[in-house]
């Protein structure tokens, strides 16, 4: 662990495609818990201090690190050292929680390689932390392999295991497109299970669903509000069409990759998919049997979802919510881990063996050195900014309609791509809040409550605009007990209210989801003890059988 924060902390947070939004958070979201906020959804420090409701939507849990051990550890680093500090945590537990899962078919010293390969891994250090900057799809990789676990030994032993669950809640909270892609990707290996080994089947089955769906309620919490929620923004921003499944398959007769990065996403997948094929060469019995299942199906499997044969499912299946397809490379990493794990073993057999072993982390070290080709420039500016103020902007996805489409018609106007609203809505905040701009500076009096002090506002004859983002959840009333009607400034999208000689206090209101999704996630916490706690008693006291052997 020491050598893994280590070096995260040297490269501090390299410039990935996300760097702007992982700053701006990682301080935004440690701000609102030193505020006194134990989930904060609303992110007060956003867009410069106008507030964004960014963490409605996106998952919290990359952020607690960084607010968390990362702060503990190093309290006086900057946000871009203690982001950075957050992966070191995370890569050295998503090795941990591989080598739980490699076990179940290594020998401890091949298990630790695969644990190794699985938290070094190409895509997951050199794209997703360094070049992507995605926040939740790292983290999911601490558990992805709980959730194996999980489903290896419901299949195996017919029993439920805690790893399920909490793999499932991680992921949950994570990143939920990484969860929606794993959900799919078991289901492919159960059915492979099922077929090679011809058990029995039915019990391991409803205890994957029961306790799958336990560990899906534990995130409830999260994930219910920021579904039922996500259509009072504007997530359309996000489907240009630039971002969208049918610009980013990397197989087909009508589609080639056009850049390096493309590439390298797909060596990273061919590379899992040939070193899965040569460890399954090179193993027999239950070892070759397991490969199949575990890596070499599912890497045949991202391979086809990266082609443009699977168009019918990324165009008309809930998966195309998760945007890219390549995104399955997670599965790939898993597939590659596991196949050099196993490879590792072969320097014990013979010469036929050692020589496909050789091949297979050839294949590995040739994913290294192509993902490699990408982060020269991304590490020289990360270290080059570890100590540059932080531009607070949010995600545009996550403004409200009112604020979001004005900016959107600027944007295009201008020729210019989506993602440069964010700089449009950092000018309009900084107009906004200019002393001149006869907006009314709100004062938080509590998390998601604000008092509005009318006295001397200057606009007795006109509707009162406020510095606040016009959401349609929020509620307002005179602090004489008034109810009042808010409704968007038609030019910037901000709250306005009719002229009241009172003070106005403006909410935002717990929204039901949250209430339901906090009552699922207790309700799949008790589940959970309960269930475990049954299976524990269930379990037969060996040591006592010993005592009195038959006979």
């Given at each position: 662990?020491?050598?893994?924060?280590?070096?995260?902390?040297?490269?501090?947070?390299?410039?990935?495609?996300?760097?702007?939004?992982?700053?701006?958070?990682?301080?935004?979201?440690?701000?609102?818990?030193?505020?006194?906020?134990?989930?904060?959804?609303?992110?007060?420090?956003?867009?410069?201090?106008?507030?964004?409701?960014?963490?409605?939507?996106?998952?919290?849990?990359?952020?607690?690190?960084?607010?968390?051990?990362?702060?503990?550890?190093?309290?006086?680093?900057?946000?871009?050292?203690?982001?950075?500090?957050?992966?070191?945590?995370?890569?050295?537990?998503?090795?941990?929680?591989?080598?739980?899962?490699?076990?179940?078919?290594?020998?401890?010293?091949?298990?630790?390689?695969?644990?190794?390969?699985?938290?070094?891994?190409?895509?997951?250090?050199?794209?997703?932390?360094?070049?992507?900057?995605?926040?939740?799809?790292?983290?999911?990789?601490?558990?992805?392999?709980?959730?194996?676990?999980?489903?290896?030994?419901?299949?195996?032993?017919?029993?439920?295991?805690?790893?399920?669950?909490?793999?499932?809640?991680?992921?949950?909270?994570?990143?939920?497109?990484?969860?929606?892609?794993?959900?799919?990707?078991?289901?492919?290996?159960?059915?492979?299970?099922?077929?090679?080994?011809?058990?029995?089947?039915?019990?391991?089955?409803?205890?994957?669903?029961?306790?799958?769906?336990?560990?899906?309620?534990?995130?409830?919490?999260?994930?219910?509000?920021?579904?039922?929620?996500?259509?009072d923004v504007s997530p359309e921003g996000l489907y240009t069409k630039e971002l969208i499944p049918e610009s980013w398959y990397l197989i087909g007769a009508d589609v080639l990759p056009d850049n390096m990065y493309k590439v390298a996403l797909l060596i990273c997948q061919l590379t899992a998919a040939a070193v899965a094929g040569l460890a399954v060469?090179?193993?027999?019995?239950?070892?070759?049997?397991?490969?199949?299942?575990?890596?070499?199906?599912?890497?045949?499997?991202?391979?086809?979802?990266?082609?443009?044969?699977?168009?019918?499912?990324?165009?008309?299946?809930?998966?195309?919510?998760?945007?890219?397809?390549?995104?399955?490379?997670?599965?790939?990493?898993?597939?590659?881990?596991?196949?050099?794990?196993?490879?590792?073993?072969?320097?014990?057999?013979d010469r036929r063996s050692r020589r496909i072993a050789w091949v297979g982390i050839g294949g590995l070290v040739i994913s290294f050195l192509v993902v490699g080709m990408l982060l020269p420039d991304r590490i020289t500016k990360g270290i080059a900014a570890r100590e540059q103020p932080v531009a607070m902007i949010g995600a545009p996805e996550y403004?409200?309609?009112?604020?979001?489409?004005?900016?959107?018609?600027?944007?295009?106007?201008?020729?210019?791509p989506i993602w440069r609203l964010s700089r449009h809505m950092l000018e309009l905040a900084a107009e906004i809040e200019a002393p001149e701009s006869g907006f009314i500076q709100p004062v938080q009096e509590v998390p998601r409550q604000w008092i509005i002090r009318v006295e001397g506002s200057g606009q007795p004859e006109t509707r009162l605009r406020?510095?606040?983002?016009?959401?349609?959840?929020?509620?307002?009333?005179?602090?004489?007990?008034?109810?009042?009607?808010?409704?968007?400034?038609?030019?910037?999208?901000?709250?306005?209210?009719?002229?009241?000689?009172?003070?106005?206090?403006?909410?935002?209101?717990?929204?039901?989801?949250?209430?339901?999704?906090?009552?699922?996630?207790?309700?799949?916490?008790?589940?959970?003890?309960?269930?475990?706690?049954?299976?524990?008693?269930?379990?037969?006291?060996?040591?006592?059988?010993?005592?009195?052997?038959?006979?």
């Open positions: 662990m020491a050598v893994s924060l280590l070096v995260f902390a040297v490269i501090g947070t390299p410039v990935g495609h996300s760097y702007g939004f992982n700053m701006s958070w990682t301080v935004a979201f440690a701000d609102a818990l030193s505020g006194g906020t134990l989930y904060p959804r609303f992110l007060p420090a956003l867009w410069d201090g106008v507030g964004g409701l960014d963490f409605f939507f996106y998952a919290p849990l990359p952020f607690y690190v960084a607010a968390g051990p990362a702060q503990w550890l190093c309290p006086d680093c900057s946000p871009q050292v203690l982001f950075g500090l957050s992966g070191g945590f995370l890569c050295w537990l998503s090795g941990v929680t591989f080598w739980i899962f490699g076990r179940q078919f290594l020998p401890p010293k091949p298990a630790l390689v695969a644990a190794f390969v699985w938290a070094l891994a190409p895509y997951h250090v050199g794209i997703d932390w360094m070049v992507r900057q995605a926040a939740g799809e790292f983290a999911a990789y601490v558990f992805v392999p709980l959730v194996a676990h999980g489903v290896l030994v419901a299949l195996r032993d017919h029993r439920p295991v805690w790893s399920l669950p909490v793999g499932l809640a991680g992921l949950g909270l994570s990143h939920l497109p990484t969860l929606l892609l794993v959900v799919h990707v078991m289901a492919v290996i159960v059915a492979a299970w099922v077929l090679i080994h011809r058990t029995r089947f039915v019990r391991s089955l409803v205890l994957l669903a029961v306790m799958g769906l336990v560990g899906v309620a534990l995130s409830a919490f999260y994930w219910l509000p920021a579904i039922i929620l996500l259509g060469v090179i193993t027999q019995g239950d070892t070759r049997r397991n490969l199949i299942i575990w890596a070499l199906v599912p890497a045949i499997f991202v391979l086809l979802l990266n082609s443009s044969v699977s168009r019918v499912l990324w165009e008309n299946w809930i998966i195309a919510k998760v945007q890219f397809p390549y995104r399955l490379t997670v599965i790939s990493d898993l597939a590659l881990a596991l196949s050099i794990g196993a490879l590792s073993t072969a320097f014990a057999l403004l409200p309609p009112p604020v979001f489409d004005p900016l959107a018609e600027d944007v295009k106007a201008e020729g210019q406020v510095a606040l983002m016009y959401w349609s959840h929020l509620e307002a009333e005179a602090t004489d007990g008034t109810p009042l009607i808010l409704s968007p400034d038609p030019e910037t999208g901000f709250v306005t209210f009719a002229p009241t000689d009172a003070d106005v206090r403006i909410t935002l209101p717990r929204h039901w989801s949250e209430w339901v999704g906090a009552l699922l996630a207790g309700f799949g916490l008790i589940l959970a003890v309960f269930i475990l706690y049954r299976a524990r008693r269930a379990e037969p006291d060996l040591t006592r059988l010993a005592e009195y052997p038959e006979g």
